[in-house]
């Protein structure tokens, strides 16, 4: 059963970091390319950044770039998504996906195969 599970969100105030963590099992984890995604009230569901298979290129929104880093470690079969000075704009429930089709540049949800439930990131003093 190919799985994706994310952690690592709460309520924080501006300013503040978090790390966000996606724990992948049920896949070979190398042959994916990952993305993270998020969604607020009332908004369609935006890319934030993904990672290609072999983690050597990014990509990144826009409103991304600069802020927002996204790693992964293949040997925990995990993707990490970074987050410095949270705005209250960042508030959202945020995704992880992988695709197995694309090697790298995957910018669209449609391009993904498999998806986590969510974490929810709150940014609020």
């Known amino acids: 059963q190919v799985q994706l599970v994310e952690s690592g969100g709460g309520l924080v105030q501006p300013g503040a970091s978090l790390k966000l963590s996606c724990a992948a099992s049920?896949?070979?984890?190398?042959?994916?390319?990952l993305g993270w995604f998020r969604q607020a009230p009332g908004n369609d569901r935006e890319f934030v950044a993904t990672?290609?298979?072999?983690?050597?290129?990014?990509d990144y929104a826009d409103f991304a770039k600069g802020r927002f880093t996204i790693t992964r470690e293949n040997a925990k079969n995990s993707v990490y998504l970074q987050i410095n000075d949270l705005k209250p704009e960042d508030t959202a429930v945020y995704y992880c996906?992988?695709?197995?089709?694309?090697?790298?540049?995957?910018?669209?949800?449609?391009?993904?195969?498999?998806w986590g439930q969510g974490t929810q990131v709150t940014v609020s003093s």
């Open positions: 996906a992988a695709t197995q089709t694309y090697k790298f540049g995957a910018i669209l949800a449609g391009m993904y195969d498999v």
């Open positions: 990672i290609a298979r072999g983690g050597i290129r990014q």
């Open positions: 049920g896949l070979t984890f190398s042959d994916y390319a």
